[in-house]
């Protein structure tokens, strides 16, 4: 700016030659103030100096021009008065004349870093910078509201309950809690202030207070609660406990938001908070009718004892015959359950049961000759099986009487039959028992079921024979 106020065409000389030649001379010494820097970009002006002492000789060098150009004969051929005037002052304020920084200064702050430019370069830490703020703003008091005088003084003073009242009277959790490092940097009383458990606070330090309320903050709206983590996992009192509190109150109701909540359960290692996630969004979708979607969050969980409850249900609802539709209904939920048919005890069978269904279909619609055989080797399966529940075997077997006697010759050899016939005699002795479940099948299936093993009996004898 002061080359361009200097710049003048050759018509407009006149007498300026004086005047343009002490601006310039000005703009030299602005443009080769020593800076202690390793290097400067080159749109920045100054004389780079890599050590102190570089920069004292060039600091001392540079003020000697200064008072030379100063004490020059040139300013009183200078016929321009403002001009004149306006360059002493930049000269004063070079040389770190208080009085014309006081007067080129509108705010404390100002005059503060003003002093570290032009009077106190070599200043190092906090040497003396409190009193100075002290009387920086004596000289130019500040009436602003926004605390920043405060903070800054308590900062200067290297006093932390100062700057820590200030952050939380004037800028909130968010200051606090992000400053706490600051404060009790190279400061040991600060250190002990900020980290030591206070019985008033439940046990808790003031950081963790600080960051605890900060938590709670990002946690009361749904575009930052995912942060809050963050802060509480650092807070080992009483963080822990009001993350898992976070995380078990977040909605369930849809899938992306809890696969989300169970992946900060697996970040910060809460192995029974994600399984408890996994519970409760499996009772929820299974309560809204979305069983598939409840079955799958129940496995993912290992839930066994719901998983049973299911297979009860499943128990009671599957049909007794092949073209019943109730069965077709729960048979989609089956395939839910998925291969792992140990992870619950019922389950087991119902893998198995639903394997006989569908043999059974094909071998009565005589899709292929094997199939007939297939089915009576799941029913051996199944009645041997000690998972199978008493009350299916009268219906597993009733629904292989018209298997059994549509064909010709025998499906079942002799001890396959004499197994079922065994079997079946348990039954009719489980019958006299108050506690039997009757199975709502017509009252001539026992007869119906023991007549067809009989005559696959005596085709089994007379063709081993």
Sequence with gaps: MLRFHGSYQLDQMDNRETENGLVEAVAVLVSTMPRMRPDLPKSKLGQCCKTRPDFIKAWEKWRGQVSKLECSAFWIQCSHQKTRDGLKNLLHIMM???????AATSHWLELFASHFLYIRPFTVGFEGMHHLAQ????????????GLTGLLNGILSENPEVVLAECTKKFGPWMVTHCMELLAADNDYADIMLHEERPNFGG???????RLVYAQVLCSHSLTWQIAPTYLSSCLNQGLGLLEILLLK????????????????????????????MKIAGIYHWKHGRKGTGVYWFQQAHDKVRLDRIAQQLFERIGKSVADDNFKQWEGLLELLGSDIGSAGGLEFLHRYRDFKRSLQQALEGRTGEAARQTVEFLIQLMRNPCTPQRFWLPLLHDSVKLLNCKPRPLLNVAE?????????ELSMAKLRPDFCSNHLPSHALSSVRLALGSNLARAILEEA
Excluded at 204 to 210: M, T, V
């Design 96 to 102: 770190g004349n208080i009085k014309d920084l006081t």
């Design 417 to 425: 039959t004499t197994l079922l016939l065994n079997k079946l005699q």
């Design 250 to 277: 977040q909605p369930i109701q849809d899938n992306r938001l809890v696969l989300k909540t169970l992946e900060l359960c697996r970040l910060y290692e809460l192995e029974n908070v994600g399984t408890n996630i």
């Design 135 to 146: 009387k920086c703003i004596q000289l130019k008091p500040s009436f602003d509201a926004n």
């Design 204 to 210: 808790i330090s003031i950081e963790e207070l600080h």
